[in-house]
């Protein structure tokens, strides 16, 4: 008999579910607590429900919780406001965000029913290290821009030397009609708390339109 051979099938989305006593207990800890948006409930009383964080949805019914059977893992945008806010509701950290050799930045904590969810963001330091060379670059920048750089590497805890070697291998990668970014939507909301700090009214194009001040 010919060996069988799988379909080609597409995944489009993926729920874990969890076991858990008190369904309405859960839900508030997750909610309130963690962050996360409820996303249905099904019957009255319920017996099931979806809750949301970004993207993703973890199923929960009621039942016996067997937390030593599973962890869940996220990766979102920013791991470390995200484990500030866990800390500040109270919830038990279980490991504090640390770099991993993995590429992520990731932090572990507990839920009210002894289950352990891992939430990171990518670091991207995963593979052989890249020896190179710096230069000197004669740069001038216009004066707000320059106070929202140096704000941004401090944001992301780099150099202001690679932060700007990281923006401008983004800008050099195509993707789709335009360009990758190397910030995520967390980081995107804080450039735009900066550009109000810094009184940055101009557009991404101004720079054709610079002109530098008359002396006096």
Known sequence: MAELQPPATSCERYHASLSVPDLQAAIVFYTTQLGFNLGFTWGDPPSFAGLNLGQVQVFMAPGEAHPESCCLYFVVDDADELCAYHRANGVEIVQPPQ???????????????????????????????????????????????????????????????????????????????GV???????????????????GIDYDCHASYRFVEKSPG
Not at 105 to 130: A, C, E, K, M, S
Not at 191 to 196: D, T
């Open 99 to 177: 770099d991993q050799e993995y590429g992520l930045r990731d932090y572990v904590i507990r839920d009210l029913n002894g289950y352990y969810l891992d939430f990171g963001h990518n670091i991207y330091n995963v593979g052989p290290q890249v020896e190179i060379e710096r230069v000197d670059v004669p740069v001038r920048l216009e004066k707000r821009l320059a106070a929202l750089l140096h704000d941004l590497a401090d944001h992301k805890r780099m150099s202001l030397s690679s932060c700007l070697e990281e923006i401008l291998l983004h800008t050099c990668e195509p993707l789709g009609d």
């Open 180 to 198: 990758a970014s190397p910030h995520t939507r967390s980081t995107l909301r804080h450039i735009h708390q900066l550009k109000e700090k810094h």
